[in-house]
């Protein structure tokens, strides 16, 4: 995948997989329309099915530099239950809690211990439509700092984000920026609407298929800022049968 944000500069995104498991991520950045190894990573993961899964995950620079290890640990279920992190300034492990209540479904995140971070899935139906919630609280040294709630409809697609930051005198969330997304009749996003206090902020996404509106796109552009992306698409026919 290219994400361009001008014709010289671009990022270039590789993945390779063997037996649908990713085993390789690349990301390689290129400035002036040259390649930059200082900025650009390669992500390498080995998997463990000796008993639950394990995945272990190497990063290192183009400059064959080490930068940072994840071991990740799941259960017989496959939920993530613990990430080890390794470094060279040491070595931090998050444990995953998992709570079902009243319908709603929260997964929480401690970092060495300390409240890291918290998901909280419920549902609501409006307009004779269920929706999705996803409300994520973010922690800074275990005291609470951010959230921000996310609404999905059936098929997945956000229709909206408000950002909440906290306020240490009421001890409560106060709503700052709230985000809708509208999308045409192929699900595809064409518009995104920013509101706060002291902004609007309006984009527009228009697509390039490749066989017309029909078929796959292979060019975003994203405008006022007129940034784009592009997708080079292969198609493999099936052979015939003898």
Do not use: C
């Not at 390669?42 to 099915?49: I, K, R, S």
């Not at 290890?69 to 998992?98: A, F, H, I, P, S």
């Amino acid at each position: 995948m290219v994400t361009r944000y001008n014709e010289a500069d671009y990022d270039v995104m590789y993945y390779k997989y063997r037996d649908s498991l990713l085993i390789e991520k690349r990301s390689e950045t290129y400035r002036d329309n040259k390649f930059d190894p200082a900025t650009s990573i390669a992500h390498f993961f080995e998997l463990d099915t000796t008993e639950n899964l394990i995945i272990t995950e190497k990063i290192f620079s183009y400059d064959k530099e080490f930068l940072d290890q994840y071991v990740y640990n799941y259960d017989d279920k496959g939920d993530l239950t613990k990430m080890v992190r390794t470094n060279n300034e040491g070595t931090d492990e998050t444990l995953v809690e998992y709570k079902k209540y009243k319908g709603e479904y929260t997964i929480t995140y401690l970092l060495n211990d300390v409240p890291l971070k918290s998901i909280r899935t419920s549902f609501q139906t409006k307009n004779g439509d269920k929706q999705k919630i996803v409300l994520t609280k973010e922690y800074l040294k275990g005291e609470a700092n951010k959230a921000y709630e996310e609404v999905f409809d059936t098929d997945g697609k956000l229709l909206a984000q408000q950002e909440f930051e906290f306020d240490a005198q009421s001890k409560k969330f106060v709503p700052t920026v709230r985000t809708t997304f509208d999308y045409d009749k192929n699900g595809m996003l064409i518009e995104e609407i920013q509101r706060g206090e002291n902004i609007l902020d309006k984009k527009e996404y228009l697509y390039q298929y490749d066989k017309g509106e029909g078929g796959n796109w292979v060019k975003q552009i994203v405008t006022p800022e007129n940034s784009y992306t592009t997708r080079k698409i292969t198609y493999y026919g099936q052979k015939e049968l003898n």
